[in-house]
């Protein structure tokens, strides 16, 4: 058995189609065809169910895929650890974070440790906790700014922004003019809330919770900007992370006194997985920028 049989098999697992399979691979569509048939011939099983417009893995070729998946990855990572050994100021971080943080935390933060090592570059995703959550879980990513609301096996994580929650609504509210507010206040008031899949939408349920009612949902939003129009434009009152370069003339910006409304946000990582020379020198700089 031979890795570039793997490769074969893992790709054609992938694309179910042998043309295409072959065209992504730059081989002959026989050349494909004859390495499948030698790894089948070689596990004494078929691995794939031919069909009239493509194949599909049977029962065999699903077990076979996971010990393949797995072997590969341990492959490439024991591949980049050696790269690593050779040259730790070197590397490439796989980092990815919420929405608020794409303002200006992340670029501030990767402009401050590019100082100290310049030789290190970022791929970077903007996503929401779950789906940061997912790609942690998968070895996509090395690192996730997320706020995950439970526990998480094989995790890890630290605290690395604690931040206050303001209550944001239209300039013609009862409210407006207030500078402080208790969150019972707008409790029979329609909220405009992030959606579930957001962490911050359970922080924020939690807080409502906590105030005594369950909040009344007229549009759930993604983004702060989308959550800041739909309040301006009357849809609501909402809680939000104050966020840079957000348009005043048509919302009020208050503190909330009773309950105190925080969202904690956390660096998290893979404990079982293998964290590279760059990756660790990151962690760790966060580390110290936080405390």
Known sequence: MEWQQLEYFQTLAKIKNFTKAAEELALTQSALSRSIAKLEDELGVPLFERKTRGVTLNQYGEVFLQYVNRAMEEITLAKQELKDLIDPLNGVISLAFIHTLGSSYVPELISAFRVQYPGIQFQLVQDSTKKIMAQLESGEIDLGFCSPNKPYENME???????????????????????????????????????????????????????????????????????????????????????????????????????????????????????????????????????
């Open 157 to 291: 994580s630290v605290p690395i922004v604690d931040e206050e929650l303001f209550m944001i609504v239209p300039k013609d509210h009862r409210l407006a003019n207030e500078e402080q507010v208790e969150l019972q206040e707008v409790a029979r008031e329609p909220f405009v809330a992030y959606k579930r899949e957001s962490g911050l939408r359970d922080v924020i349920d939690h807080l409502c919770q906590e105030a005594g009612f369950e909040p009344h949902v007229a549009f759930e939003g993604v983004g702060d900007a989308t959550i800041a129009g739909f309040v301006a434009a009357g849809f609501g009152v909402a809680l939000i992370p104050f966020i840079p370069g957000l348009d005043m003339n048509k919302i009020s910006l208050l503190h909330v006194s009773e309950p105190q409304c925080r969202r904690r946000i956390d660096m998290t990582w893979r404990s079982d997985r293998y964290m590279s020379p760059a990756v660790s020198h990151f962690k760790k700089f966060i580390e110290n920028r936080f405390e």
